[in-house]
């Protein structure tokens, strides 16, 4: 399986991304943008909002700035960053289109929904505002079933804080 991730503290290697990417995972492996691939330890999960962090030894990494999504309103302009199928990552660009819609399939009850179109192995990127911050975590396309692309719900960047609460 593959996804994508987000680099959250690049000085202590922490990412997160999607749980159900990495639950139940006996190796899990990362590739960065500048093609190294190395391994990745898990280190917590919340499975209510369905993310997952993992850490990986590196140095040279860049962090994202995570934003609040609470501050997210539709209409806002956002880039989706994630995978295409386990090759070059994709960015689509696109609006919040609402806020606080669920899916079946996904714990968390409080996705932001994006018309920006998303291709399969994006769960786990990163759900941009135009200032650079993350917002999100994409945790799946409407309908991945259907087709290569679909819109998109995230999950808000908000609940990352859960992970640093649960690492204690």
Do not use: W
Not at 73 to 87: H, T, Y
């Amino acid at each position: 399986m593959y996804g994508a991730g987000v680099i959250i503290k690049a000085e202590s290697g922490l990412i997160v991304t999607t749980n159900h990417l990495v639950s139940g995972a006996k190796t899990l492996a990362v590739r960065l943008s500048d093609g190294r691939q190395l391994d990745a330890r898990f280190v917590v999960a919340d499975e209510r909002y369905d993310l997952a962090m993992l850490r990986i030894s590196a140095s040279g990494l860049t962090a994202a700035r995570v934003g609040r999504s609470i501050d997210a309103e539709p209409g806002d302009f956002v880039l989706a960053v994630g995978g295409s199928s386990g090759s070059a990552p994709s960015v689509s660009f696109g609006i919040v289109s609402a806020l606080h819609r669920s899916r079946p399939g996904i714990p968390c009850q409080d996705l932001i929904q994006t018309d920006a179109l998303l291709d399969r192995g994006s769960s786990g990127g990163a759900l941009f505002n135009l200032r650079g911050e993350v917002i999100g975590i994409v945790a799946a396309g409407a309908d991945e079933t259907e087709s290569e692309r679909a819109f998109g719900l995230a999950i808000p960047s908000d609940a990352i804080d859960r992970l640093y609460i649960r690492m204690n």
